[in-house]
């Protein structure tokens, strides 16, 4: 186990009350791969999520992100970057308002120049003084995705994030995790979509009822009906 | 980025939401005129009577108002779920409570100016000196009210009662606070003496600061689920 992995659980177990989301659970994410965390509704995938990003502290064990324990380092959230179905965006403000305020809760330097440079690059240059609340689903998701990358994290945490996608942004979307990867990022997805994670992921998860019952590489190549036929057995869906 | 300039930062981001959408302010200001009102209306309050219940009547017009402004102050972060975004920023989430806190505490005050001519006028006051101890009740009172309520607005934030169970958590809290401040406020409208005033000053002024510090403590464990 790598001093300096992206993502490491140490027997990281979560319990809410008498109920248990996740059993204690190992993993180690290495640089550069990119795992689909699969699974039914209310297998954990969404606790595990939450753990690795610091949303919610572990009832046992610990998680350490780039070889930083993440409840005693608060400066190690720094690397995440998460992606959700929700914007995590505020509707009042205009898209660069949104970018700028972000820019200045991390502390980022030029954040004038960044803020431009991830305005190109999600498309929404020609919109960044309209307010988000106007935006459709698909424009507020593209800045959602600038939002979760202007201070270029190491690992992207993405949850559900082609919901409610029109096929433009989510192309961008795929474009932009290929080039995210080649440039040694990690990240962790979760889908329910498994032909949205078709050629984007070498590493298969499977959460059952809490605990983690698949772990294998994938072939980067490998096709959803491939993939659907390996998660098959723990997520009740035909092969 | 320092725990102060993160603070600021979601400060300066609070304001520049409600400069577009006057959501908490409006309510809370038409609140309180509307209180002040009615206990015009339903009371003589001019003389004696004013010198009695007058700065109860303004003090609970505005720890009423308060719920409705602090009930607001984590809305903006559940739509969205934009308070994920704040919490997955470098660094101490106490920034994040004393950001919220200090537009709390910004937002009552202007409540309580944009009060206190109404006040003036319909409880028969003549503009003078008082005012201006009054200001600093004002600021004390709103710190007390600002401290405690911002922590457990956070904490009854993802509650499914959050409306109910802000008011029980906080109305026993705030009392000693709240008694403080109406007897300051009467001393104060009976041209009381200053040292009769300052041991309310203490009084307001050292819970302010330790609910503050024990809120900044707390915070990260009172905001997770």
């Given amino acids: ?239 | 980025m320092s725990f102060l300039g993160r603070a600021l930062a979601i400060l300066r981001k609070d304001l520049q939401a409600e400069w577009r959408t006057k959501e908490r302010l409006s309510p809370m200001v038409f609140f309180v005129l509307l209180v002040l009102l009615v206990f015009n209306f339903s009371f003589e309050l001019g003389g004696a009577a004013l010198r009695e219940i007058g700065p109860g009547v303004l003090w609970s017009a505005y720890v009423f108002a308060s719920l409705l402004g602090l009930g607001r102050s984590f809305a903006d972060e559940r739509e969205n779920d934009a308070l994920d975004a704040l919490l997955l920023a470098p660094g101490d989430r106490g920034a994040v409570y004393l950001g919220k806190m200090l537009g709390n505490l910004i937002f009552l005050l202007a409540i309580e100016l944009l009060s206190l001519p109404f006040f003036i006028l319909f409880f028969n006051l003549s503009p003078g000196f008082f005012l201006v101890p009054l200001l600093g009740i004002f600021l004390l009172g709103s710190a007390c009210l600002a401290s405690v309520g911002t922590l457990f607005a956070a904490m009854s934030n993802n509650m499914r009662l959050r409306e109910l169970l802000l008011p029980l958590l906080l109305l026993p809290m705030i009392l000693p606070a709240l008694i403080s401040c109406i007897e300051a406020t009467a001393l104060i409208l009976a041209n009381g003496r200053f040292e009769k005033l300052l041991p309310h000053l203490q009084m307001l002024g050292v819970y302010a600061v330790v609910f503050t510090v024990l809120s900044l403590m707390l915070f990260e464990y009172a905001i997770e689920e």
């Fill in chain 1, 1 to 239: 186990m790598g001093g300096d992995d992206p993502i490491v659980l140490e027997g990281a177990a979560k319990h809410f009350g008498a109920q248990t989301a996740l059993h204690p659970t190992d993993l180690v994410i290495t640089r550069g791969q990119a795992a689909l965390l699969a699974g039914a509704n209310g297998a954990g995938k969404s606790t595990l999520l939450r753990l690795v990003a610091g949303l919610c502290r572990p009832s046992q064990g610990g998680v350490r992100i780039g070889g930083r324990d993440l409840q005693r380092t608060p400066e190690a959230r720094a690397a995440i970057g998460l992606l959700s179905h929700q914007t995590l965006l505020y509707d009042e403000l205009t898209a660069r308002e949104n970018l700028h305020f972000f820019a200045r809760l991390y502390g980022l330097d030029n954040i004038l120049e960044r803020i431009d440079a991830a305005l190109v690059e999600v498309g929404l240059s020609q919109r960044q003084d309209h307010r988000v609340g106007v935006f459709s689903r698909g424009m507020k998701q593209r800045l959602a995705l600038a939002r979760a990358t202007l201070h270029r994290p190491s690992v992207l945490l993405l949850d559900e994030p082609f919901t409610g996608l029109d096929t433009g942004a989510s192309t961008a979307l795929h474009r932009l995790l290929r080039e995210f990867r080649t440039t040694g990022g990690t990240y962790l997805l979760v889908t329910h979509r498994l032909d949205e994670a078709e050629g984007l992921v070498d590493r298969l998860l499977v959460l059952e009822r809490g605990r983690l019952q698949l772990d294998e590489s994938l072939q980067d190549d490998l096709d959803a009906d491939a993939l659907r036929a390996r998660c098959a057995p723990y997520l009740d869906v035909a092969p």
